[in-house]
């Protein structure tokens, strides 16, 4: 869950929200369109991001290379000792400039740190430049944590508004550094109804803007503040690059966890110069044991060969905050399922609340579809409760309901700080593995006749909103396996990729985090040679044939050919490389999705993918390049769903017409009935 505001303070309770949200996406600023983490992502999701590690630390309590046997516990850290860290707003998930300007001119970006642990050297560079076409007095206001730290007036036409800024090394316990920018331009005005507005004032924060820190490595002192503390890029140590089926099963279902937690997880082998965040150990750690150890002078997690299902267990939302401790043995972790039709989104892991609203504010939330997809159900409607407060304009505030960027429903507010109720449908289109929920309250900037001043007035989001549950008709897209993986499911490698696990790993995890496959329910199976394995249930196979697979997809020596109707090819194109194609397929009763590479060399799987509701995915250097669905490529299935009913069609007014046209046919034939009754009397 996350909180975004524009043009507006945050409510006291918005530290409160925020303080749970160490794995969360950081808190970016109202419409900014980050790359989706697993998400996924869509316009306002932000990829979730730790910092980045930039200079290897001096060898420690391991020797070079950085081998399991030499890690120590985390207690024996040198005392003081300070890990480096540094993260670009690119990092944080910005893939373009920050710009503010009338009337989004104040933003507010959460800067994530380990929560609660002392930091050194915490500095801010800032890169920045601004344009100012209207005059006026223009200021830079920069607070932080809600401390004004800096301001600046400009009045130059243009120029560099760069800025460095040391910043205090207190603990953050919220696990983020709030970092409020507010650029705005005073302009004279002869009366109170002139205009204002000065959309020629732009400033624009560039993604090359760097956060660095150090943080106390031994005030890491159990796994829960070592999960929060992961760079945006964890370095996933593995023993080799040749890899027991145990070791390579862990090894995804770690990457696969990492990457629902909004990370970008890298595999690398052990050796000299690497770094690890995370070690999946074929030694020195007990079966099902998950640990934090010292290795090369830094605190590593370490998850034993036959964890790697406990840890993704619990590392997830529901179950963080329980791994209070150095070493846990685990063995049994689920999550929690409800009985009923209807799940809160507290469930869920969101956090509902209130917060003040002046212009814009949104609040979001996220979920995996895995969540709430089982025995055949899924997401069929969604509940927001929401109440807001009265406010001195007239004008009333409209929220706005979306899923993964797509608007499900909307209402203008009475305001009267009673909960009032959205129940919007969910269209399967709108679903993916990863989903954000995002509830947009807004309000014009007007005021009666120039006599009243806006001012923010508080919003809530209510601990009522919910999701109802409801059938998913099993087809044969990406979106209806996705459901069936909420039940579990198999994946399939071929044995060769076991020795080749650093090239192979990447493109394991990005295919299972974006089909949606459970790490924790999933089973692993290899596949010897040319021969597939029989599977029960939903499976994805990546570069393994299936047995019986009705595809419709020929992918061999860099041709890529899709079968059309009456011999006639859709596609047929030759000389590809670097290039993937993944499918829904029908294998032996069962369905799942098959992964192809053409040509020599698979693409790099190095930014994500959200799929929908296509059958056949084309990948190349640039992630998802198109997806199509060769079974309804016109789209009724979406149009069935959003076909409007009767009401819909404002053919209501049938209705006292059908029902006076039956109150008369129902008094004529007891008329009728009555003249014949009275008719035998008389005989």
Same mark, same amino acid.
């Given at each position: 869950?996350k909180?975004?505001t524009?043009?507006?303070?945050?409510?006291p309770q918005?530290?409160r929200l925020i303080?749970?949200l160490?794995?969360?996406?950081?808190?970016?600023g109202t419409a900014?369109a980050?790359?989706p983490?697993?998400?996924?992502?869509?316009?306002?999701?932000?990829?979730q991001?730790?910092g980045s590690?930039?200079?290897?630390?001096?060898?420690?309590?391991a020797p070079?290379?950085?081998t399991?046997?030499a890690?120590?516990p985390a207690?024996?850290?040198?005392?003081g000792?300070w890990?480096?860290?540094?993260m670009?707003?690119q990092?944080?998930?910005?893939?373009?400039?920050v710009?503010?300007?009338?009337?989004?001119?104040i933003r507010?970006?959460?800067?994530?740190?380990p929560?609660?642990?002392?930091?050194?050297?915490?500095?801010?560079?800032?890169?920045a430049?601004?344009?100012r076409?209207?005059?006026?007095?223009?200021?830079?206001i920069?607070a932080v944590?809600?401390v004004p730290?800096?301001?600046?007036a400009?009045?130059?036409?243009k120029?560099d508004?760069?800025?460095v800024?040391?910043l205090?090394?207190?603990?953050?316990?919220?696990?983020?550094?709030?970092l409020?920018?507010d650029w705005r331009t005073?302009?004279?005005r002869e009366?109170?109804?002139?205009?204002?507005?000065?959309p020629?004032?732009?400033?624009?924060?560039e993604p090359?803007?760097?956060?660095t820190f150090?943080?106390?490595?031994?005030?890491l002192l159990?796994?829960?503040t070592?999960?929060s503390a992961?760079p945006?890029?964890?370095?996933?140590?593995?023993?080799?690059n040749k890899?027991?089926?145990?070791?390579?099963?862990?090894?995804?279902?770690?990457?696969?966890?990492?990457?629902?937690?909004?990370?970008?997880?890298?595999?690398?082998a052990?050796?000299?110069?690497v770094v690890?965040?995370?070690?999946i150990?074929?030694?020195?750690?007990?079966?099902?044991e998950?640990?934090?150890?010292?290795?090369?002078?830094r605190?590593t997690i370490?998850v034993?060969?036959?964890?790697?299902?406990?840890?993704a267990?619990?590392?997830?939302q529901?179950?963080?905050q329980?791994?209070?401790?150095?070493s846990?043995?685990?063995?049994?972790i689920e999550?929690?399922?409800s009985?009923?039709?209807?799940?809160?989104?507290?469930y +869920?892991g /969101?956090?509902p %609340? *209130?917060?003040?609203? &002046?212009?814009?504010?949104?609040?979001?939330?996220?979920?995996?579809? =895995?969540?709430v997809?089982?025995?055949g159900?899924?997401?069929?409607t969604?509940?927001?409760?929401?109440?807001?407060?009265?406010s001195a304009a007239?004008?009333p505030?409209?929220v706005?309901?979306?899923m993964?960027?797509v608007l499900l429903?909307a209402k203008?507010m009475?305001?009267?700080?009673?909960?009032?109720r959205i129940?919007?449908?969910?269209?399967r289109?709108?679903l993916?593995s990863r989903?954000?929920i995002r509830?947009s309250?807004?309000?014009q900037?007007a005021s009666?006749r120039c006599r009243?001043?806006?001012e923010p007035f508080?919003?809530?989001?209510?601990a009522?909103?919910h999701?109802?549950?409801?059938k998913?008709?099993?087809?044969?897209?990406?979106?209806g +396996?996705? /459901?069936a993986f %909420? *039940?579990?499911?198999? &994946?399939v490698?071929?044995?060769?990729?076991?020795s080749?696990?650093q =090239?192979?790993?990447?493109r394991v995890?990005r295919?299972?985090s974006?089909t949606?496959?459970?790490?924790?329910?999933?089973?692993f199976?290899?596949a010897?040679?040319?021969?597939?394995?029989?599977v029960d249930?939903?499976?994805?196979?990546?570069?393994?044939?299936?047995?019986?697979?009705?595809?419709?997809v020929?992918?061999?020596?860099?041709?890529l050919?899709?079968s059309?109707?009456?011999?006639k090819?859709?596609?047929?194109?030759?000389?590809?490389n670097?290039?993937?194609?993944?499918e829904v397929?029908?294998?032996?009763?069962n369905?799942g999705?098959?992964?192809?590479t053409?040509?020599?060399e698979p693409?790099?799987?190095d930014k994500?993918?959200q799929?929908?509701e296509g059958?056949?995915?084309i990948?190349g250097?640039?992630? &998802?390049?198109t997806?199509?669905?060769?079974?309804?490529?016109?789209?009724?299935l979406a149009?069935?769903?959003t076909?409007?009913?009767?009401f819909?069609?404002?053919?209501?007014?049938l209705?006292?017409i059908?029902?006076?046209t039956f109150?008369i046919?129902?008094?004529?034939?007891?008329s009728?009935?009555r003249?014949?009754?009275?008719?035998?009397?008389?005989?």
């Amino acid at each position: 869950m996350k909180l975004t505001t524009s043009l507006s303070k945050s409510a006291p309770q918005l530290g409160r929200l925020i303080a749970t949200l160490a794995l969360a996406w950081p808190l970016l600023g109202t419409a900014q369109a980050p790359a989706p983490a697993a998400a996924q992502p869509t316009a306002q999701a932000q990829a979730q991001a730790q910092g980045s590690v930039t200079a290897p630390v001096q060898p420690g309590a391991a020797p070079a290379g950085g081998t399991l046997a030499a890690a120590a516990p985390a207690a024996a850290q040198t005392p003081g000792q300070w890990i480096p860290r540094a993260m670009s707003f690119q990092d944080l998930g910005f893939t373009g400039p920050v710009v503010l300007g009338y009337p989004d001119t104040i933003r507010e970006i959460y800067l994530p740190v380990p929560p609660g642990i002392n930091l050194s050297n915490a500095t801010l560079n800032l890169d920045a430049s601004y344009v100012r076409a209207d005059g006026g007095r223009t200021t830079m206001i920069v607070a932080v944590d809600g401390v004004p730290v800096s301001a600046r007036a400009f009045v130059a036409d243009k120029g560099d508004a760069s800025l460095v800024i040391p910043l205090d090394n207190k603990p953050r316990p919220s696990g983020f550094v709030r970092l409020n920018i507010d650029w705005r331009t005073a302009v004279a005005r002869e009366n109170t109804c002139a205009d204002a507005r000065t959309p020629g004032n732009l400033l624009r924060i560039e993604p090359t803007s760097k956060f660095t820190f150090n943080y106390a490595g031994n005030e890491l002192l159990d796994l829960t503040t070592a999960w929060s503390a992961l760079p945006p890029n964890p370095v996933i140590g593995i023993s080799s690059n040749k890899l027991a089926a145990a070791a390579y099963d862990s090894a995804w279902r770690v990457g696969v966890a990492l990457e629902r937690a909004g990370k970008r997880p890298q595999v690398k082998a052990m050796g000299a110069g690497v770094v690890p965040d995370i070690v999946i150990s074929d030694q020195g750690a007990g079966s099902n044991e998950v640990k934090l150890a010292n290795m090369n002078g830094r605190p590593t997690i370490v998850v034993a060969q036959d964890a790697g299902a406990k840890a993704a267990g619990l590392f997830s939302q529901i179950w963080q905050q329980a791994a209070a401790g150095q070493s846990l043995v685990v063995t049994a972790i689920e999550e929690p399922k409800s009985e009923n039709k209807a799940v809160t989104l507290k469930y +869920l892991g /969101a956090k509902p %609340g *209130s917060f003040d609203v &002046l212009s814009h504010a949104d609040w979001n939330a996220t979920f995996d579809i =895995g969540q709430v997809a089982a025995d055949g159900q899924g997401p069929g409607t969604l509940v927001m409760d929401v109440a807001a407060s009265p406010s001195a304009a007239r004008t009333p505030p409209i929220v706005s309901v979306f899923m993964n960027e797509v608007l499900l429903g909307a209402k203008e507010m009475e305001a009267t700080g009673r909960r009032e109720r959205i129940v919007a449908p969910i269209p399967r289109y709108a679903l993916a593995s990863r989903n954000v929920i995002r509830v947009s309250f807004v309000r014009q900037l007007a005021s009666d006749r120039c006599r009243e001043t806006p001012e923010p007035f508080p919003v809530s989001v209510l601990a009522s909103s919910h999701m109802l549950l409801d059938k998913i008709e099993p087809t044969g897209d990406f979106t209806g +396996l996705m /459901a069936a993986f %909420g *039940s579990g499911g198999t &994946l399939v490698v071929p044995a060769a990729h076991l020795s080749d696990a650093q =090239g192979t790993l990447p493109r394991v995890i990005r295919l299972a985090s974006s089909t949606g496959l459970s790490p924790m329910k999933a089973k692993f199976v290899t596949a010897e040679g040319n021969s597939a394995p029989k599977v029960d249930g939903p499976f994805l196979a990546v570069d393994v044939p299936m047995n019986g697979d009705k595809s419709e997809v020929k992918a061999e020596n860099g041709r890529l050919y899709l079968s059309g109707s009456k011999d006639k090819p859709l596609l047929d194109v030759r000389g590809l490389n670097r290039v993937g194609v993944l499918e829904v397929v029908n294998a032996g009763g069962n369905t799942g999705a098959v992964y192809r590479t053409l040509g020599t060399e698979p693409p790099p799987f190095d930014k994500p993918m959200q799929l929908s509701e296509g059958n056949v995915a084309i990948m190349g250097n640039n992630g &998802l390049r198109t997806e199509v669905n060769t079974h309804d490529p016109g789209g009724q299935l979406a149009m069935r769903e959003t076909k409007p009913g009767l009401f819909d069609r404002s053919y209501w007014w049938l209705l006292p017409i059908l029902a006076v046209t039956f109150f008369i046919a129902l008094l004529v034939y007891a008329s009728r009935a009555r003249r014949r009754k009275n008719a035998s009397t008389d005989v």
